[in-house]
């Protein structure tokens, strides 16, 4: 029964073949203007690519969508673009539609099954356009069963071939497939006993062998016309049938890929022999000893023997690189199967840690060992700079403080030269912020923010950068000799976003931990208004950061006590009674509150830094 389940196993894959056939030639009359393309490609990646990158030892090629022009280019890694591959935008088009922009070839296939494969990921795409697109027309069921095959982990095989879409990666990548065994042996035996251990020579070989028929066949003609023997047209008929037998067979293996089976033979051999030296591996720079119950040495490992030597000691004495309760600890290890605690050994000027434990299936103890010397000689070094490391840190701190508060104030001062009635403006400006931040650290809508370590040293070196969008104001603006008219105030307004879109460039390049942060909120939103009525985003409440909030009570009190050409200075009292009258409206009421309680602070500081011009 064996035989006949064989016999109907063979026929049902010659079916399986012929009906396979059928398909490819669906499927080059169904994409014909993908298929020129794919032809012309796949023999150009043959006869001129994949054999460059085999001399060079590559075994995979990427090609790459381009969003350009839609065609395929090849890739060299990092983006850019090796060469491009013109007269593939119908192709790249199709392809595009299953998902991944990336395509990963193996360089051993042939043009026959590179093309092959780009006809079945045509085909297949129309199910991958259907799942992705609900409005997209049903495929058919052939085409869905493909997609899912591509999609799913094992991958879909035909024609010799395994395509596998691999999303995450945005990648498809095509390589060869397992056939059957028996062609895989079959194949294997032909290259063993032949001259050359590429199966592309195989292909080359078919034409050969079907001259060769045909030879055979004129001269099994010319004997029967010559001597007409009844055997004669048994070896003709035999000669045609068996060549084209074995021509169609090499047709068929030279696309096997044959050498899968002693890959994976070569992997379980190298599996094996990692097993058997993962105890003791030849290359392993530490030392190693198998040790018996009583201390005995049963083996040491190249490592182990190289520090003997250097340590003048022979195989017997051992036991002078091992700690002294040595027994102890192999007792204790033959007990336990995890491995016993680090312990450190002084001999001979060499610091040894050892660490034990029970060897496997055996009443024996694996002592894995580190000449830990160098580190020991490490740790004095860094002793020694640990002594004044704090020295060096806080003269490194101060000098990253002492360079960004430079930073903050030249950029400053370039905006506020354009203006020559600020003056103070950027001292007396900080110093509020901090008088605010020092008053509302404690309070409980504030504190998780301010009670931070350094978050109110960076307020007050931030502070200044809040009109740094004022270089982008035209002078006829900024500097005008009287009140702004509607539409110059809406341009004077995009002051905010301009030094706001700047501080975001700069914080993006030195990280959004930067002292940078502060200044952006700043510098944008230092206009908004507590019931949203302020600019440029129109902000309210609780959306408009601390340090905006702060930014300003601080920049309109100043703004009030500053004399302009257009008004005259307020004394405090008018002042404050201003930013009072703002509570809930233009200012956070909590703010408003902390001024109200530093006030005499802010009496001071406008003292402290009064411009000469100022009453």
Not at 78 to 85: A, P
Not at 283 to 293: E, F, I, S, T
Not at 368 to 384: F, I
Request: charged share 25%.
């Amino acid at each position: 029964m064996d035989w006949l389940r064989n016999g109907f196993r063979k026929l049902a894959g010659a079916w399986r073949e012929a009906c396979g056939n059928v398909f490819f030639l669906y499927l080059r009359v169904h994409f014909r203007a993908e298929f020129r393309q794919a032809h012309s490609l796949a023999d150009r990646l043959e006869d001129d690519i994949f054999g460059e990158l085999l001399d060079t030892g590559r075994s995979q090629l990427l090609l790459t969508i381009s969003d350009s022009d839609d065609a395929l280019v090849l890739a060299a890694g990092e983006g850019k673009i090796d060469r491009s591959l013109p007269g593939t935008d119908r192709l790249a088009a199709g392809l595009a539609k299953i998902g991944p922009r990336n395509l990963l070839l193996d360089t051993r296939l042939t043009s026959e099954q590179i093309l092959k494969a780009f006809l079945l990921v045509l085909y297949a795409g129309e199910g991958f356009a259907a799942n992705n697109d609900a409005g997209s027309p049903q495929p058919r069921r052939r085409a869905r069963r493909l997609a899912g095959a591509i999609a799913s982990d094992t991958g879909l095989r035909r024609f010799a071939t395994l395509i596998h879409a691999i999303p995450d990666m945005g990648l498809l990548e095509i390589e060869y497939a397992y056939t059957e065994k028996l062609s895989a042996r079959m194949i294997d035996v032909w290259l063993r006993l032949g001259r050359t251990k590429d199966h592309r020579t195989l292909s080359a070989a078919a034409p050969k062998l079907g001259l060769f028929t045909a030879l055979l066949v004129m001269i099994d003609l010319l004997l029967w016309t010559y001597h007409p023997v009844s055997g004669l047209w048994f070896g003709v008929a035999a000669a045609v049938f068996l060549g084209g037998m074995v021509t169609y067979l090499i047709f068929m293996l030279s696309s096997v890929q044959y050498d899968r089976e002693h890959r994976d033979a070569l992997l379980k051999d190298s599996l094996r022999e990692i097993t058997d030296l993962s105890h003791f591996p030849l290359r392993n720079p530490n030392p190693n000893l198998k040790l018996g119950a009583a201390g005995e040495l049963l083996y040491a490992n190249p490592a182990a023997e190289t520090l003997l030597k250097k340590l003048d000691l022979s195989r017997e004495q051992a036991r002078e690189i091992l700690p002294e309760d040595v027994l102890e600890r192999l007792a204790g290890a033959l007990q336990e199967e995890g491995q016993s605690e680090e312990v450190e050994v002084q001999t001979r000027g060499r610091t040894l840690r050892w660490r034990f434990s029970r060897f496997p299936k055996q009443r024996a103890v694996l002592a894995t060992g580190v000449d830990v010397s160098p580190l020991k000689a490490l740790e004095l070094e860094l002793r020694d700079w640990n002594e004044t490391l704090e020295e060096r840190v806080q003269a490194r701190s101060l000098e990253i403080l002492l360079t960004q508060d430079v930073t903050i104030m030249s950029l400053s001062t370039l905006a506020e030269c354009r203006d020559p009635d600020t003056g103070a403006h950027l001292e007396r400006t900080r110093n509020y912020v901090r008088a605010l931040a020092e008053a509302l650290k404690d309070h409980p809508r504030f504190s998780e923010l301010l009670q931070q370590p350094g978050v109110i040293d960076q307020l007050y070196r931030s502070a200044p950068l809040h009109d740094i969008g004022k270089v982008g104001t035209r002078d006829a603006i900024l500097l005008k000799n009287g009140r702004l008219d509607e539409d110059e105030f809406e341009i004077m307004k995009q002051h905010a976003v301009l030094g706001g879109d700047t501080l975001r460039w700069a914080e993006a390049r030195l990280g959004t931990n930067s002292f940078l942060q502060f200044a952006r909120e700043i510098a944008y939103y230092h206009h908004e208004k507590w019931d949203g009525s302020g600019y440029p985003h129109g902000l309210k409440g609780e959306e408009i950061p601390i340090s905006a909030r702060l930014m300003a009570v601080a920049d309109v009190y100043d703004a009030l006590r500053s004399e302009r050409c257009y008004k005259k200075s307020l004394s405090h009292e008018e002042a404050r009674d201003m930013i009072a009258g703002g509570t809930g409206s233009h200012f956070d009421p909590a703010v408003v509150e902390a001024f109200l309680n530093v006030e005499e602070k802010f009496i001071e500081i406008a003292e402290q830094y009064a411009e000469t011009n100022q009453e």
